[in-house]
């Protein structure tokens, strides 16, 4: 199973991504891990990579697609694998789908989370982190709230929210989501890879996953 997941910041890909993992024995690829993972492995991609990031630089899309063959070659990628946050715009979609011909890889499906943008907003403007570096657990007030508020149940230290979940900088995160990733929804339609999927619970959209998927 090959697959493909896209939503906005706070959909709850990652814990969807970790569902179909578990169901479908597959792994899960994102750009940071291969890109931190090849950087590790010094690879002559990982290096050039390694250059960008050292300036402050964005890493360019061909080298993207370097790490992404190397990553896509690895052995444990036979049974398949679910992209999580990869492609972000239509070129890399276009470069994605160069490489899988390449490969002799064909896409299953693109699984789009639709999850309504209040929902998202609640989600994210309520998580808050443990100020401990050594703890970080994480607590929601929608949901996972604490024991004490503004304290953390583990360790007793202060609770406090990221400043890139205050709600000005999560309605700016999901603009550029829709500005710059929404077009994927459009361009994967027409290529007849589109699964969308419309709920606000991460079950529930991965059980609508499961049961298309099977169709």
């Known amino acids: 199973m090959r697959l493909i997941l896209l939503g ?50 964005l890493v360019p899309d061909a080298v993207i697609m370097g790490i992404m063959e190397e990553r896509l070659r690895e052995p444990d990628c036979s049974p398949g694998f679910i992209l999580d946050g990869f ?12 490489l899988l011909k ?37 607590f929601n007030l929608d949901g996972r709230a604490p024991k004490r508020e503004g304290v953390c149940d583990k360790c007793g230290s202060a609770l406090v929210q990221r400043d890139d979940e205050k709600e000005d900088v999560v309605r700016a995160r999901l603009k550029t989501y829709g500005d710059k990733t929404a077009p994927l929804i459009g361009y994967y339609e027409k290529e007849g890879h589109l699964l969308s999927v419309a709920g606000s619970e991460s079950r529930l959209l991965f059980d609508q996953i499961v049961a298309k998927l099977g169709k």
């Open 8 to 57: 906005a910041p706070g959909s709850g890909k990652g814990t969807i991504s970790k569902m179909l993992v578990e169901k479908y024995n597959i792994v899960q690829i994102s750009t940071g891990d291969i890109l931190r993972g090849a950087v590790a492995a010094g690879s002559s991609v990982g290096k050039e990579a390694e250059a960008y990031m050292k300036r402050g630089d």
């Open 87 to 98: 492609p972000r715009t239509i070129p890399q979609a276009e470069a994605l789908g160069g």
């Open 102 to 138: 390449k490969l002799s890889l064909r896409l299953d499906a693109v699984c789009n989370l639709e999850v309504p943008e209040g929902v998202i907003i609640k989600r994210l403007t309520g998580r808050r982190t443990c100020s401990n570096p050594s703890c970080q657990a994480i």
